[in-house]
């Protein structure tokens, strides 16, 4: 694990809190509206997460941010299938109606399956001015390295190792 990064990947707020609270250890991504010619892509293996209410009904975003999280990538999925996408309902956060949406959405039918080893952080990062990283973008530069002092696991190593397994039964591998 990196001692300090600068780097972060928006996501909703009410996903942080369950991948937080270890109930979910997967993201479902496409990519934001300045993305959709090339598509999502992981551009930092490590990262923390930074939480938005931007797309969530009826919230509007905050200019103060706590970043609480920190993740790693530990599998990547490009999922082109929606049946096989919905073998997946239940292993995280996304609504089925956004879910097909998002799969539908740009120039190619598909999202991509992250599973991430999460951590909460022993003293999260706030951040002032937050609408700055405003913007349908998934990755955000911090524009400083912040140190990374993990408290604990979202997940201890057998529930993450039992939500691994889960996605490959259900996507193969």
Not at 66 to 74: F, G, H, N, S
Not at 79 to 96: F, N, S, T, W, Y
Not at 147 to 161: Q, Y
Request: net charge neutral; proline share 4%.
């Amino acid at each position: 694990m990196l001692s300090r990064n600068r780097y972060a990947l928006k996501e909703w707020a009410s996903v942080c809190d369950r991948l937080a609270r270890g109930e979910i250890a997967l993201l479902v991504r496409k990519g934001g509206l300045l993305e959709v010619r090339e598509g999502f892509r992981v551009e930092h293996r490590e990262f923390f997460l930074f939480p938005t209410r931007f797309h969530e009904k009826g919230r509007a975003p905050d200019d103060r941010v706590e970043l609480c999280l920190y993740a790693r990538v530990e599998e990547e999925r490009e999922v082109r299938d929606l049946e096989r996408l919905g073998r997946l309902d239940g292993q995280h956060a996304v609504p089925r109606e956004d879910l097909e949406r998002r799969f539908r959405y740009g120039r190619e039918e598909g999202v991509h399956v992250l599973a991430l080893r999460a951590w909460r952080l022993a003293r999260p990062h706030v951040l002032d001015g937050a609408r700055a990283f405003d913007g349908c973008v998934s990755w955000v530069d911090l524009g400083r390295e912040l140190p990374v002092e993990p408290s604990a696991p979202a997940l201890d190593d057998d529930g993450f190792r039992k939500k691994l397994e889960a996605l490959r039964a259900a996507l193969g591998g």
